[in-house]
């Protein structure tokens, strides 16, 4: 069995759903799950309806409505021209809008937008976008059944980021979904919708449908989770920074959410950790070029069995616009607890540190921007003296094997050689090797690394 996710673009017009069912076709054997997200940006705009509503804006949400209801009859018109499907994928379409309606009118007459509400409007996405692939795909000769989402996913009633209740939903998975596998059909499954025990629409959080994907993986026991999209898979660096980047084409989970931290644009490491926990392996594939293997991310645990590559580093990540933070003070020579009184500020403020480094009389620290700056120079004041600086960028190069091969430090500062580093942090998880750097300097020093240690003339070596 495959599990296989697809993005809300591979779904968007009669091309895109001819290439999707070329490739399920050519996996039929392998007994295919489907799941899919909301088409295009159509969750972004159920976002757009609840803050209209927030704002006490009802004919403002109603217009949104309309615009998603034009966009999916405009996606369906494009893909089922007539017969039986097309007035089906209508009356799902109408029957969803309804639905939509219904509610805005609602939370209209309540004057109120409760968690519960977000959840019911927010999931309307892949409920009408699950239902009407099924119908797309069936109209390209596969047998399919729309599978709800809220009778397989159980979840806690943590409304906009519910927790899946893990055993549950297996075993409504395995309920739900073996009996159409059974019969020969491919299930088509809504990501990031789920309902708690008590029935209540829940939904996963932001980008959850790659959770739903992984759960089923793992309910299933599936021999692979494949994540569809229009990308070659996860990449040796941005590509809008560095032209030739590559797809990667191994990579340990640990590189994975190491990347996803370091601000590569990769899987979100928490959807994909229960398969990756049950063993599943996981490939990104790019639907526009199906026969490329896209990246495979196995259990860092097998790391020893299965090579990264050839190479040291994976991936060269980085992040712009971060604050770097310098703690000074001659008191601490020699003192204890003065770290735990610096950190402290920063829990207060709940302010989350990323880089550390330490000296004796010294601690920096990198951070995302935060409106509590002048707050946090206020409070470290008392203790020591506080150096800001804003507009510096982090530079990681990303390696299940950086700690066992010789060389790779000298290698990155070579490549650096005329850029001016202001902090290095290297060997707490021991799979990067992060630099601070102005951030001007940021896509020179990621086309350097990358080309010093990810280029694909450094193949093999
Ligand atoms: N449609 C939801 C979102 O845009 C979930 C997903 O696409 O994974 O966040
Ligand atoms: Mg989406």
Same mark, same amino acid.
């Given at each position: 069995?495959?599990?296989?996710?697809?993005?809300?673009?591979?779904?968007?017009?009669?091309?895109?759903?001819?290439?999707?069912?070329?490739?399920?076709?050519?996996?039929?054997?392998?007994? !295919?799950?489907?799941?899919?997200?909301?088409?295009?940006?159509?969750?972004?705009?159920?976002?757009?309806?609840?803050?209209?509503?927030? %704002?006490?804006?009802?004919?403002?949400?109603?217009?949104?409505?309309?615009?998603?209801?034009?966009?999916?009859?405009?996606?369906?018109?494009?893909?089922?021209?007539?017969?039986?499907?097309?007035?089906?994928?209508?009356?799902?379409?109408?029957?969803?809008?309804?639905?939509?309606?219904?509610?805005?009118?609602?939370?209209?007459?309540?004057?109120? &937008?409760?968690?519960?509400?977000?959840?019911?409007?927010?999931?309307?996405?892949?409920?009408?976008?699950? !239902?009407?692939?099924?119908?797309?795909?069936?109209? #390209?000769?596969?047998?399919?059944?729309?599978?709800?989402?809220?009778?397989?996913?159980?979840?806690?009633?943590?409304?906009?980021?519910?927790?899946?209740?893990?055993?549950?939903?297996?075993? #409504?998975?395995?309920?739900?979904?073996?009996?159409?596998?059974?019969?020969?059909?491919?299930?088509?499954?809504?990501?990031?919708?789920?309902?708690?025990?008590?029935?209540?629409?829940?939904?996963?959080?932001?980008?959850? +449908?790659?959770?739903?994907?992984?759960?089923?993986?793992?309910?299933?026991?599936?021999?692979?989770?494949?994540?569809?999209?229009?990308?070659?898979?996860?990449?040796?660096?941005?590509?809008?920074?560095?032209?030739?980047?590559?797809?990667?084409? %191994?990579?340990?989970? #640990?590189?994975?959410?190491?990347?996803?931290?370091?601000?590569?644009?990769?899987?979100?490491?928490?959807?994909?950790? !229960?398969? &990756?926990?049950?063993?599943?392996?996981? #490939?990104?594939?790019?639907?526009?070029?199906?026969?490329?293997?896209?990246?495979?991310?196995?259990?860092?645990?097998?790391?020893?069995?299965?090579?990264?590559?050839?190479?040291?580093?994976? +991936? &060269?990540?980085?992040?712009?616009?971060?604050?770097?933070?310098?703690?000074?003070?001659?008191?601490?020579?020699?003192?204890?607890?003065?770290?735990?009184?610096?950190?402290?500020?920063?829990?207060?403020?709940?302010?989350?540190?990323?880089?550390?480094?330490?000296?004796?009389?010294?601690?920096?620290?990198?951070?995302?921007?935060?409106?509590?700056?002048?707050?946090?120079?206020?409070?470290?004041?008392?203790?020591?003296?506080?150096?800001?600086?804003?507009?510096?960028?982090?530079? +990681?190069?990303?390696?299940?094997?950086?700690? +066992?091969?010789?060389?790779?430090?000298?290698?990155?500062?070579?490549?650096?050689?005329?850029?001016?580093?202001?902090? &290095?942090?290297?060997?707490?998880?021991?799979?990067?090797?992060?630099?601070?750097?102005?951030?001007?300097?940021?896509?020179?020093?990621?086309?350097?690394?990358?080309?010093?240690?990810?280029?694909?003339?450094?193949?093999?070596?």
């Amino acid at each position: 069995m495959i599990v296989m996710k697809f993005g809300g673009t591979s779904v968007k017009d009669a091309e895109a759903v001819d290439r999707v069912a070329g490739i399920l076709a050519g996996r039929i054997d392998e007994r !295919p799950v489907v799941v899919v997200s909301a088409f295009g940006d159509t969750t972004d705009a159920l976002e757009g309806i609840l803050s209209a509503l927030d %704002r006490g804006d009802a004919g403002g949400a109603r217009a949104v409505a309309g615009e998603i209801g034009r966009g999916h009859a405009d996606v369906v018109g494009r893909i089922l021209t007539a017969g039986p499907a097309a007035t089906e994928a209508r009356d799902v379409l109408e029957g969803a809008l309804e639905r939509l309606r219904r509610l805005i009118d609602g939370m209209e007459c309540l004057g109120e &937008v409760s968690a519960r509400s977000r959840d019911a409007v927010l999931a309307s996405g892949e409920m009408l976008s699950a !239902p009407l692939l099924a119908l797309f795909l069936s109209s #390209r000769g596969l047998k399919t059944r729309a599978a709800d989402p809220r009778f397989i996913v159980a979840t806690d009633e943590d409304h906009g980021r519910a927790a899946p209740l893990v055993d549950e939903t297996a075993t #409504r998975a395995r309920s739900v979904l073996l009996p159409m596998i059974g019969a020969g059909a491919i299930p088509v499954v809504g990501g990031y919708v789920g309902a708690s025990i008590r029935g209540v629409v829940t939904t996963l959080g932001r980008g959850g +449908s790659d959770l739903t994907a992984s759960l089923l993986a793992k309910a299933l026991g599936a021999d692979t989770l494949e994540y569809w999209k229009d990308v070659d898979g996860i990449l040796t660096a941005d590509p809008q920074l560095v032209p030739d980047a590559r797809p990667v084409p %191994r990579l340990s989970f #640990r590189e994975a959410a190491e990347l996803a931290f370091l601000g590569a644009r990769v899987l979100h490491p928490a959807s994909i950790q !229960p398969a &990756v926990e049950a063993g599943i392996p996981v #490939r990104v594939r790019n639907s526009y070029k199906p026969t490329n293997p896209g990246t495979l991310i196995f259990d860092s645990s097998a790391a020893g069995r299965i090579s990264t590559a050839d190479r040291a580093v994976s +991936s &060269v990540a980085c992040k712009r616009d971060q604050v770097l933070v310098n703690v000074y003070s001659t008191r601490m020579l020699g003192a204890r607890g003065f770290l735990r009184r610096v950190f402290e500020v920063f829990d207060r403020l709940a302010i989350s540190v990323d880089h550390i480094a330490t000296s004796e009389v010294n601690v920096t620290v990198t951070m995302a921007p935060t409106d509590r700056v002048e707050q946090l120079k206020a409070e470290l004041g008392a203790v020591a003296e506080i150096g800001v600086t804003t507009d510096v960028g982090v530079v +990681s190069v990303v390696g299940e094997s950086l700690p +066992s091969t010789p060389g790779v430090a000298a290698r990155v500062f070579g490549a650096l050689s005329d850029i001016n580093v202001r902090l &290095v942090t290297y060997g707490g998880s021991g799979v990067n090797l992060s630099l601070v750097v102005a951030d001007r300097d940021v896509p020179l020093a990621v086309r350097r690394l990358h080309a010093e240690l990810c280029a694909a003339s450094d193949e093999g070596t």
